[in-house]
């Protein structure tokens, strides 16, 4: 009988062995989340660090780029029912990272305010799923039974011992059974980023939803000009009520791009001022009809790209973008992919909003920006590091020189192409113009 | 693990051109493509450029196309750095044929 228990041990810490590597899988915690904010005159970078233990302190910075006017910002943090925590972060005039600390004192919904813009975000309640806890008790249970039946066996009733051994098998066969289904249980619907974010679903995250198409209506988009700001109001499109759930998608809830009558480009990431409006700032605009493109995802998946014009006053002509690269280009024929290369000549490139460089495509052009029928946002991407969950922020200044990007223009005609990297917290924008000719043959598709 | 074979066909019209992409390697990172092209004779494919162009549509990225050595009538080789582990989509492009092959990456 010794024997035997001298065995089943051995069992069990082959099954523990094998259990474990799928639990550590299973466990997967929020990271950082990192927030491109036009907030008033300053281009800011607002990264949410990972809250580590709630209560506890959130910690926040706040990255400046260059041209932003040095000064005070609060950072406040706030939900229902519970008292809000602030925290001033002066703003030096050196861009860079500047450190903020606000304390939550409980899991849920929260918003973080920067001055007059706000950021929701979910602090997660760290709740065991329920084939966690099936593993671990059943092999607390096994553990249990295990020294039962070593006792009886040692005292000499070895009879009695097969009754805490065979309950040591089924409570292992449970917590083996739950470690080894966890994988292919399907994930819960996530609060945040699926389902509208509640106290309740995020102390509750394992509660199953009857929902299976999380996807939401297409949203309006109606801009406009107050003052310097713009303002844009976005409404669902089947209710007509304000959109309120846009998620960070690519490091911003918006990426706003507004390109000048005379081709002059802005890439803006507009704050939320109230729900359904963001506005950002357009310094030193240039009169005439704009175009402009929201890039936005809703929560529960999928990017829509919103265009509009907005009718702007400003000055009769305006500082063009002035970055400077070597732009090495192979344009094929239409619906071919064509290679656009910028070479910035030293390896210092900081990502921005979490790539190392993005192309904006506007064309072709015949009667300008307004009208074009192709807008196009490519990404050239960091390459992953293995064992770094976390994206490289903008302190790692070590990236290109060469920034590749790739596209299949899908009309032939002239395209506004711009390239845009930060280099010395300053965001470099690189104007180009791209002709791309009509296929040679005509391919049946 | 013994390389995975992935075969397809494109139709068009009447032609039906199968080309067989055998990858070096199912993980993401440096990987060459063996590439067999036959015409509907099943013959092998003649002459024309064969161009290779990954894309990873779930990322919304294309990787810049490259262009196959040819070793033999209808048999060519290319090397690709498909940098993430991922569903891929592989476009292989000869003549006005364009075949895309999924390529799942782990
Ligand atoms: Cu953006």
């Known amino acids: 009988m010794k024997q035997r228990v001298a065995i089943l041990l051995l069992v069990l810490g082959a099954l523990l062995g094998f259990a474990a590597p799928v639990l550590a899988d299973a466990a997967q915690a929020g990271g950082d989340v990192h927030i491109g904010q036009t907030l008033g005159d300053r281009d800011l970078t607002v990264i949410i660090r990972r809250v580590a233990e709630v209560p506890g302190p959130v910690h926040v910075d706040v990255v400046t780029h260059a041209g932003s006017p040095p000064g005070e910002i609060t950072l406040t943090a706030r939900a229902a029912g519970a008292p809000s925590s602030a925290a001033k972060v002066v703003l030096g005039a050196v861009p860079g990272f500047h450190s903020g600390v606000v304390h939550v004192d ?8 920067i001055d007059e813009a706000t950021i929701p975000f979910v602090v997660p309640a760290i709740v065991p799923s329920p084939w966690e806890n099936a593993t671990y008790g059943g092999f607390i249970a096994a553990g249990v039974l295990l020294l039962v039946a070593l ?6 009733k070895p009879v009695l011992a097969l009754v805490p051994t065979a309950g040591m098998v089924a409570a292992a066969a449970v917590a ?18 699926q389902l509208d974010p509640t106290y309740d679903n995020i102390m509750n995250p394992y509660q199953r939803t009857s929902i299976v198409d999380f996807s939401r209506p297409p949203v309006n988009l109606v801009p406009r000009m107050e003052g310097k700001d713009l303002v844009l109001s976005l409404t669902d499109g089947s209710t007509g009520r304000p959109v309120d759930d846009l998620l960070v998608h690519d490091s911003a809830f918006i990426h706003l791009v507004v ?4 081709g002059n480009l802005r890439h803006l990431h507009p704050v939320r001022t109230a729900p359904g409006e963001y506005r950002a700032r357009l310094r030193d605009p240039e009169q005439g009809t704009h175009a402009i493109a929201a890039e936005i995802a809703r929560r529960g998946g999928g990017v829509q790209l919103l265009r509009s014009s907005v009718d702007v006053s400003g000055a009769a002509s305006v500082v063009p973008n002035d970055g400077k690269a070597d732009v090495a280009t192979e344009i094929r024929e239409a619906g071919r992919p064509s290679t656009i290369t910028a070479r910035f000549g030293e390896r210092n490139l900081q990502p921005w909003l979490g790539m190392l460089g993005h192309m904006i495509v506007v064309g072709p052009v015949t009667d300008g920006p307004v009208s074009a029928p192709i807008w196009a946002h490519v ?3 960091i390459p992953p590091t293995p064992g770094m969950p976390d994206q490289p922020d903008e302190s790692v200044a070590a990236y290109g020189p060469d920034v590749p990007f790739t596209y299949s223009f899908p009309l032939p005609g002239r395209y506004l192409v711009w390239i845009q990297v930060e280099r010395d917290y300053s965001i470099v924008t690189v104007p180009a113009v791209v002709d791309v000719p009509g296929a040679k043959e005509v391919s049946a598709k | 693990m013994a390389p995975q074979r992935r075969g397809t066909a494109a139709s068009r019209g009447k032609r039906a051109t199968p080309v067989l992409l055998t990858p070096a390697s199912t993980k993401s990172g440096g990987n060459s493509f063996d590439l067999r092209i036959t015409d509907r004779f099943g013959n092998p494919a003649q002459g024309s450029e064969v161009v290779v162009e990954p894309a990873m549509p779930q990322m919304g990225h294309a990787l810049a196309p490259i262009t196959a050595a040819a070793l033999e009538p209808g048999h060519y080789q290319v090397g690709a750095d498909l940098f993430m582990a991922g569903q891929w989509e592989i476009t292989v492009s000869f003549d006005t044929e364009r075949v895309v092959i999924p390529l799942l990456l782990t």
């Open chain 1, 151 to 156: 006792l009886f066996a040692v005292s000499g």
């Open chain 1, 106 to 113: 409980r899991p849920g919904p929260w918003e973080l305010a």
């Open chain 1, 176 to 193: 083996v059974t739950a470690a080894l289904l966890a994988p292919s249980i399907p994930p819960v619907a996530a609060p945040g980023t």
């Open chain 1, 259 to 262: 390109v000048s009558p005379s």
């Open chain 1, 379 to 381: 990404h050239s991407m």
